[in-house]
């Protein structure tokens, strides 16, 4: 068995890999390492199991290449912020979420090759009144990022059902823990760089009230090589994170008291999101995954509280 991941120098990407390895799989990595880091392969650098590959999934030939006696391609290479920054081109998302998954796909359909896992996102399904949200809920995202993976998600239904391949979209809650991802990327990195800073007073996007899902790494990894053979279906998408949500000032309050601050003063932005483009407050229903036979082993506090003492212990070793 052959994998192909592409993106799998990445934070997610990399945490399976090593799981694929341990697993006795091959690994193709193949990654243009804009995000991704060698670094995060460092423990797999000895295996005879990985070959890595620095390419990009905007180059149609070189992923041709690389697909040549692969069984199975897991999709995770993107543009990895979810916000759109002012003065950034708006096609950014276009090109690096949806013209490359169409390559992914054209090179798949090139070589043969018809199993695909593909991580999409919770911000496919934008602002929604229904909480958790389903799968079969109307996509209606309000980010260029969320748009992309919508249309990444389209194309792979297409190519599907026109080619015969078997497919698993993922729509992920939000990813923490494991690898060391760059400072003020995430809330949590944002909370702990802010108040090394300032351990009295934390600036907070928002109104603080925004409350999410958040699945620890090795949760999401867990789900997806589950869900990837535990079913017959052709044609499968599930949402993968916990079963509950925190809020944004929960989350403060768990790195102000892991950081071992005395009281911290708070103050926000006052908008409803974060920024623009972020979606408020969203939980997913995660029945489909519970009816497969699989369930999130932490909660999202549980898995806040595990990510905040992996990026501290990291920090505190660097």
Sequence with gaps: MTSLITGGAGCIGSELVGELIREGTKCVVYDNFSSGKHEHLQPLADSPLLRVVEG???????????MH????VWHFAANPDVRYN????????????????????????????????????????????????????????????????????????????????????FRLANIVGGKTRKFGTTVISDFIRKLQQ??????????GRQTKSYL???????????AACGSSEAFAVYNVGPSD??????IADIVAAEMNLGPVDYSYT??????????????LDVSALDDLGWQAQHTSLEAVTMAVREMLNKTATQ
Excluded at 69 to 72: A, H
Excluded at 96 to 104: D, E, I, R
Excluded at 216 to 226: G, P, R, T, W
Excluded at 270 to 283: A, H, I, K, M, R
């Design 216 to 226: 620890h790494v090795s949760d999401c990894i867990s789900a997806m090589l589950f």
């Design 270 to 283: 006052g908008t409803e999101g974060g920024w623009p483009g972020d979606v408020p407050s969203f939980e």
């Design 56 to 66: 990009d999934v905007l180059d149609l030939e070189s992923l041709i290449s690389v």
């Design 86 to 169: 002012c003065g950034d081109p708006t096609d950014k998302d276009l090109r690096q979420n949806t013209l490359g998954t169409y390559n992914v796909l054209e090179s798949m359909r090139l070589e043969g090759v018809k199993n695909l896992a593909f991580a999409s996102t919770s911000a496919v399904y934008g602002i929604s009144a229904t909480l958790p949200i389903p799968e079969h809920h109307p996509l209606a995202p309000i980010s260029l990022y969320g748009a992309s993976k919508a249309a990444c998600e389209a194309l792979i239904s297409s190519f599907g059902h026109l080619f015969g391949f078997r497919c698993r979209i």
């Design 69 to 72: 006696g692969v069984d199975w």
């Design 198 to 207: 300032d351990p009295h007073r934390l600036h907070i996007l928002g109104n």
């Design 245 to 250: 949500s925190t809020t944004v000032n929960t």
